[in-house]
């Protein structure tokens, strides 16, 4: 009663806004858990129930969820993308704990990598062999934001260092680039990528569409975690650039073991949501017309038996999606209220 | 010292060598592939309608140029009310969150988590499949206000002197905002919102608590002590990301493209494919775009010096 009075109805504004908000549940709320809940058909075996129901058409959701999830992907190797799914999520939920992060680290992850790849696309083992244009659905939108974040980063360290570089020339060049970048939107990147890679390259050589969505999404996201890099670098005192000089340490040295290290555990908050955006903007992959999460259920929508349930689909998507962001931005969030997390072994135990 | 020039001279070269590959492979393509270059096709006849114009007049005999010409004019309304809306949404929401109201900053909370963890293209989806599949036809229309229609063809709202009225199967007079258009700036407004309630948020809790309690003590109730002592100070924090924020939803309007409103990208994906000029296509959206940033960044620049403090240097 002492916590109502303090924290709903602490003074007369705060009383009426209090009440107002429960005027508009008591408006709002019953028709939604009608349409959501009460009146909502869970499974049909055709569209016909849904369009005579009043509610959502989650059964929608159900005779399609193969389809969202996998794509095009041979309708009996289903569990092929299913236990990659797995084994990638498996492998970002184990590189999370702290616990984990050894040199051995990276083997675990080649090691994931090559179970995935030979999981997908098969041949091996008496698996059949499935060409990457059929993959789809869930699996190539993890994909696509795991190679981005791990190919964009050491591109970001390197830009990163660049723009803080004494030498002009290597200055500018890396400014221009992030700049350039970071002023246009990610379609223009992504439809030069589709459209202009290929005529860049000579006559005869061509490159596959997942992998030019990967590399336009590669530059892209690069040119952002430069400049979370560069707040690292910033926020690292002058005092420890001097006293590495002072022992003798050449620049490399001095950035790869002194420099780098502290700057990159400073940033890791930032850097966790700069690949919470390089996952939603996996999404855009469907303008260029690639098989991702979002473009299985946009397609799923247009049998004409059952189109007409585009909101439902799309919540459907919003939750999968929100899942995998909340997930990681509440990591972040654990990573910067107990900073102890950035700092060495050293400093953290006296 | 000799060093670092050789490195920046070989540096350079090795760019210039990767551009000029990329150059010279794309000069022999387009030649083998009969694709015409250079910026006469601006001047040809575009050959397709336009669906909204922003008030430019234009048809399908007009030329390229005026086509895009008509879709940099959407992409500015877009972003201009979006830009408005989200500021307004935005510092609501950042208020909300500081209340001293419980169930009100719990709902902001809540709203701020789930509008940023899901992408804008699936919320875009997602509003342009309630407008255009699930409100009702013309006749049926919904009617929250006097004057107001919400329809599948779009929001009717009066203008001084001209009320929307039901005439056959659609609306005349009043002002209409297309579903295309509605979803675009519903779906913008409300993820940037988001994006700025927390920038709002940061800002006031960057003024310290001490600066309330002088307010207080001063006799100034909360409202005025947000209004003339914590905002002025709050602001200074909130311009710089705010720009960036600004700059974010200009360059999504782009994902107008997903769901058909005619904006630039729009425009130029249409060129690029009845012309085959993608090389300039994809540059014209380019330079647009990277102008826009510029000016929108120098122009927060200028607003950030005038409120920094007096005589501080940043």
């Known amino acids: 009663m002492n916590w109502v009075r303090a924290n709903l109805f602490s003074s007369w504004p705060n009383a009426v806004v209090t009440l107002a908000i429960l005027f508009l549940a008591w408006r709002l709320l019953p028709p939604f858990a009608d349409w959501a809940i009460l009146k909502a058909v869970w499974s049909a075996t055709d569209a016909r129930a849904c369009r005579e129901a009043q509610g959502a058409c989650w059964a929608f959701v159900g005779e399609k969820h193969r389809f969202i999830l996998f794509g095009t992907y041979p309708f009996d190797q289903h569990w092929r993308p299913a236990l990659a799914s ?35 696309w098969g041949g091996v083992f008496g698996l059949r062999y499935v060409e990457n244009e059929r993959w789809g659905g869930l699996i ?8 981005g ?13 660049g723009r803080r570089s004494r030498l002009p020339a290597v200055r500018l060049l890396c400014v221009a680039y992030i700049e350039l970048v970071r002023g246009v939107p990610l379609i223009s990147v992504l439809f030069m990528a589709s459209v202009m890679l290929p005529l860049f390259l000579p006559a005869g050589v061509t490159i596959d569409k997942l992998l030019r969505a990967q590399i336009a999404l590669t530059l892209f996201t690069a040119a952002y975690l430069a400049e979370v890099v560069r707040g690292g670098l910033q926020a690292i005192p002058h005092h420890q650039y001097e006293a590495a000089e002072a022992l003798g340490l050449g620049y490399w040295k001095r950035t790869l073991f002194v420099i780098l290290p502290q700057a990159l555990r400073i940033a890791i908050p930032p850097l966790v949501n700069t690949f919470i ?16 999460l979002l473009t299985t259920v946009k397609v799923s929508l247009q049998e004409p038996a059952w189109s007409g349930f585009g909101v439902e689909a799309y919540l459907a998507a919003s939750a999968i999606y929100f899942l995998f962001c909340y997930a990681m931005s509440r990591y972040s969030q654990g990573l910067e209220q107990h900073p102890a997390a950035g700092a060495p072994r050293v400093l953290r135990e006296t | ?9 070989a540096l350079l070269a090795a760019a210039g060598l990767v551009v000029w590959f990329f150059a010279s492979n794309t000069a022999q393509n387009l030649e083998a592939r009969k694709i015409a270059s250079g910026l006469g096709f601006l001047w040809r006849e575009s050959g397709f309608e336009i669906g909204e114009t922003s008030g430019l007049a234009y048809s399908a005999a007009d030329t390229y140029f ?18 408005l809306g989200a500021t307004l949404l935005g510092t609501l929401l950042g208020l909300a969150r500081l209340s001293p109201n419980w ?36 006749r049926e229309a919904l009617n929250p206000f006097p004057g107001v229609y919400l329809s599948n063809r779009g929001i009717f709202f009066p203008l001084p002197g001209s009320m929307p009225v039901l005439s056959g199967f659609n609306f005349q007079g009043g002002a209409q905002l297309s579903p295309e258009f509605a979803a675009l700036l519903v779906g913008l407004t409300t993820y940037t919102a988001a994006f700025i309630g927390e920038i709002v948020r940061a800002g006031i809790q960057s003024v310290r608590r001490g600066q309330f309690d002088a307010a207080y003590s001063l006799g100034l109730e909360r409202r005025a002590a947000l209004r003339y002592i914590v905002m002025p100070q709050a602001l200074r924090a909130i311009v710089p990301p705010l720009t960036s924020q600004y700059l ?25 494919n009845q012309t085959g000029q993608a090389i300039e296509g994809i540059a014209a959206i380019m330079v647009v775009y990277l102008a826009i940033s510029l000016s929108i960044s120098g122009f927060m620049n200028w607003y950030n010096r005038r409120v920094a403090l007096k005589g501080e240097h940043r």
């Open chain 1, 277 to 292: 955006g390089l996952f939603k903007d996996t999404s855009l992959v469907l303008i260029i017309g690639l098989f991702d």
């Open chain 1, 86 to 120: 797995a084994v990638l999520i498996g492998l970002w939920v184990f590189s999370a704990f702290r616990a984990n992060w050894h040199w051995w680290l990276s083997l675990v992850w080649v090691a994931g990598l090559v179970l995935i790849g030979v999981l997908m």
């Open chain 2, 66 to 83: 005026r086509a895009l010409a008509v879709g940099l004019a959407n992409t500015f309304r877009v972003a201009l009310i979006g830009i």
């Open chain 2, 103 to 138: 169930l009100l900053a719990k709902l902001a909370a809540l709203y701020v988590e789930v509008i940023r963890n899901v992408p804008l293209l699936v919320q875009l989806f997602f509003w342009y499949a309630l407008i255009s599949e699930n409100l009702p036809g013309p």
């Open chain 2, 248 to 272: 974010n939803l200009t360059k999504n309007s782009s994902l107008a493209v997903a769901i058909g409103y005619p904006d630039l990208v729009s425009i130029a994906n249409t060129t690029m």
């Open chain 2, 1 to 9: 010292m000799k060093k670092s020039w050789i490195y920046q001279a």
């Open chain 1, 149 to 161: 974040s791990a190919l964009a980063f050491p591109l970001a360290i390197l830009l990163a260092l």
């Open chain 1, 140 to 147: 190539l939108t993890l994909l696509l934001a795991t190679f």
